[in-house]
């Protein structure tokens, strides 16, 4: 399956943006599908994962209670969500998929086959 992300911008702290990334060749119907972001000069970092069977979501601390993931019915389409977004949010976001992730590993970049373009989003304070 290919990924597409799109949805990035630049905006100012406080505002909300909504990411997508959609599947073609294959659908988010099993596995996990996740966001990882990457700030200039850091390694990328877990953001958000969905468990596609069942739709349990989980988030890193610091994006818990603004950022919501979730998937279409459909199944083509997995979004990012993001609210009172800050300086610190700033980054090149992806997103990735898997069909075979375990739940004790998709917080890590390896658990993920399936990787998307990434899309810039950046925050002004």
């Known amino acids: 399956v290919q990924l597409q992300a799109c949805g990035g911008g630049l905006v100012q702290a406080g505002v909300s943006l909504r990411l997508s990334c959609a599947a073609s060749g294959g659908t988010f119907s099993s596995g996990y599908a996740a966001w990882f972001r990457q700030a200039p000069g850091k390694e990328r970092d877990f953001v958000s994962a969905?468990?596609?069977?069942?739709?349990?979501?989980y988030y890193a601390d610091s994006v818990k209670g603004r950022f919501t993931i979730s998937r279409d019915n459909a199944k083509i389409t997995v979004y990012l969500q993001m609210n009172n977004l800050k300086p610190e949010d700033t980054a090149v976001y992806y997103c990735?998929?898997?069909?075979?992730?375990?739940?004790?590993?998709?917080?890590?970049?390896?658990?993920?086959?399936?990787w998307g373009q990434g899309t810039q989003v950046t925050v002004s304070s």
């Open positions: 990735a998929a898997s069909h075979t992730a375990i739940l004790s590993s998709i917080r890590t970049e390896r658990a993920y086959a399936n």
């Open positions: 969905i468990r596609l069977n069942g739709s349990y979501t």
